[in-house]
């Protein structure tokens, strides 16, 4: 009793706020099914960080002195010293993605590409408001809605922010049904949300599902060297399915690593969720930018096809636009179930997932783009 005593007189009022925080994060992934396989280790992870001279950080022996924690050594290992894990797991969603839709209509990728503008716009108003350049740049990379990345980013600069940025990019992914809508009907209207795109299914043969994440990493690496452990690993996961001789292994990364990586990477990354580093002021404007930064990347995107739409007989859907970030497939079907609640008869969805696919190509380009710039100027 003695000793429970001492360990609850030793809990400060920040600690008691990052509990409420772990709960409320296990609450939304086991209740309300936001990203669970992120959510709830991260949840768990932050009640265990902020415990009283938590073992998991480091353990000081008699005799021995101070070791470190199994969750301290995993961050070392797996994130700081090699960024292993958020890398990794871009094989496994390599492996999940057929990027079939994207080649059938190759216009899908201009999507992509501007569904990118909150980051930048985040970048701005975040240096504006004083935090430095590499902090800034890894908070508005929390725009792509594209967790690994953002932490991979963050990690890379060197950013005082890694857990409040994981924390904001996962959280938003999962609020990708709640914020999307939100945002394009700011910039649409009915009208707009209600026209119908023709779909004819192209023939995309196997040489080409092949050829394409070959030639995609071997551009990407002559125009963005920084982005290529990002993209070369997702394409090889895609190569992985693809191929058509890896079938096993193609399952082992959509499934078993995937999932082992996702659960490694949320109970690590609340490392960076001890209260002391997050429990402040800046964690709610990371938190507001972050925000910013997502509602502007789905909003560019939109603007991207109303302005196309300026100079085409065929209009699109500007809502496809939206598609074009990385949370892939959800911002797709958050796009067809809008376009559905407007007319029952219009189907979209796979016009959406072209785009979404490119954004996640694109997000991590961008990801990389923003390292070599920040390295660059620093």
Not at 80 to 95: K, M, N, R, T
Not at 317 to 341: C, L
Request: charged share 10%; hydrophobic share 55%.
């Amino acid at each position: 009793m003695e000793f429970l005593w001492e360990g609850l007189m030793s809990i400060t009022w920040q600690q008691v706020v990052m509990y409420a925080v772990g709960i409320l994060l296990i609450y939304l992934a086991i209740k309300k099914d936001y990203e669970p396989a992120l959510l709830l280790p991260m949840g768990f992870g932050a009640i265990l960080v902020n415990l009283p001279l938590s073992g998991v950080i480091n353990q000081e022996m008699e005799g021995i002195g101070v070791v470190n924690g199994i969750i301290e050594w995993l961050f070392n290992v797996g994130i700081d010293a090699s960024e292993a894990l958020p890398i990794l797991l871009f094989i496994g969603i390599g492996a999940m993605i057929d990027f079939g839709p994207l080649l059938s209509m190759p216009s899908m990728f201009l999507f992509g590409a501007g569904a990118q503008f909150g980051i930048f716009f985040a970048i701005c108003v975040a240096v504006l408001m004083g935090f430095d350049l590499k902090d800034a740049a890894s908070i508005g990379i929390i725009g792509a809605a594209d967790g690994p990345t953002s932490i991979l980013v963050s990690q890379v600069l060197h950013s005082n922010y890694v857990g409040p940025i994981a924390v904001a990019a996962y959280s938003y992914m999962a609020l990708v049904p709640i914020v999307q809508p939100v945002a394009i009907r700011l910039v649409t209207t009915k009208k707009e949300r209600r026209i119908h795109m023709d779909y004819t299914p192209g023939t995309v043969s196997q040489k080409m599902k092949i050829a394409f994440p070959i030639l995609v990493t071997f551009l990407v690496g002559l125009v963005s060297p920084q982005s290529v452990a990002l993209v070369g690993f997702l394409m090889f996961g895609n190569l992985l399915r693809e191929c058509g001789v890896l079938g096993n292994l193609s399952d082992t990364a959509q499934n078993v690593l995937a999932n082992l990586i996702t659960l490694l990477l949320g109970i690590t990354i609340s490392f960076s969720m001890r209260a002391e580093a997050f429990v402040n002021f800046d964690t709610l404007l990371i938190m507001v930018l972050g925000l910013v930064a997502f509602i502007f990347d789905s909003i560019g995107g939109v603007l991207l096809a109303k302005f196309l739409n300026l100079f085409r007989k065929k209009k699109i859907n500007p809502m496809i636009g939206a598609a074009g970030i990385s949370a892939f497939p959800m911002s797709a079907r958050v796009v067809q179930k809008m376009a559905m609640e407007e007319d029952p008869s219009n189907v979209i969805l796979m016009h959406a997932i072209g785009a979404n696919v490119s954004g996640q190509i694109a997000s991590v380009i961008a990801g990389g783009l923003v390292i070599s710039l920040v390295a660059a100027y620093l």
